[in-house]
């Protein structure tokens, strides 16, 4: 299906349509279909294109040689992959679409609680919110701690039971990266800062209110003895 990107909702921004979207449904967005992602584009010769790279190089669709007065024989137009979507996952994802909107209020609704919760402890620094009209995924929850040791913090979550991640670390730091694109020492200091005190709070929407208000009161007594 061919989908034109809609305007980006900022509205001091002169809107950007983009060729192409690109959604992940790993299981901690805020959709899941297990694994997996879709692309949205409107280009119909690039759609033909990612059609036969995502199984194979194949151009024909398995239901099309498969089904009724079809051919089984096919043919590999191209090397491609094994990028095909199960349709067991695209049924999952089918139905938590249905429930986004659900799902993304409940979100806000803990972000919230944490934004509340957090408020005012020293050494930790909260997500901002910008100055324009905005409807906010909170996708991930992002605190910065400029107190404490990042591993020494992370230990001290674990002795709480408290699960955590880290998204995302700068990219400049990663093998791949360093060895293709070379990044001058001394260089994109705030970067290596920032990256190295940002921690994800827990945030989906089966979690409690007092799973919530549990964290917040563990990262303050953390916070007062650290």
């Not at 089984?72 to 429930?99: C, F, H, T, W």
């Not at 659900?102 to 997500?127: D, H, Q, T, V, W």
Request: aromatic share 10%.
């Amino acid at each position: 299906m061919l989908l034109t990107p809609s305007a980006p909702i900022i509205k001091e921004f002169t809107p950007v349509v983009l060729p192409y979207r690109y959604f992940s449904f790993h299981p901690i967005k805020n959709i899941t279909t297990g694994e997996g992602g879709m692309i949205t584009l409107n280009d119909e010769e690039m759609e033909k294109k990612l059609r036969m790279l995502r199984f194979h190089g194949i151009e024909r669709d398995a239901w099309k040689r498969y089904g009724k007065g079809g051919n089984p024989s096919y043919d590999i137009a191209q090397p491609g992959y094994k990028y095909n979507m199960p349709d067991m996952l695209a049924a999952l994802g089918v139905v938590q679409l249905e429930r986004l909107q659900e799902f993304n209020l409940r979100r806000s609704k803990l972000a919230n609680l944490y934004l509340e919760g957090l408020k005012g402890i020293e050494g930790i620094e909260l997500p901002q919110s910008p100055s324009y009209d905005h409807t906010h995924a909170w996708h991930l929850f992002v605190i910065k701690n400029s107190k404490l040791d990042r591993d020494e913090f992370m230990n001290k979550l674990a002795e709480y039971n408290i699960g955590y991640g880290l998204h995302f670390p700068a990219a400049h730091t990663l093998s791949y990266v360093k060895e293709k694109y070379a990044v001058p020492p001394g260089t994109l200091l705030e970067t290596n800062r920032a990256a190295a005190k940002i921690l994800s709070l827990p945030l989906f929407p089966d979690m409690l209110e007092e799973d919530v208000q549990y964290v917040c009161s563990a990262i303050k007594e953390i916070m007062k003895n650290g």
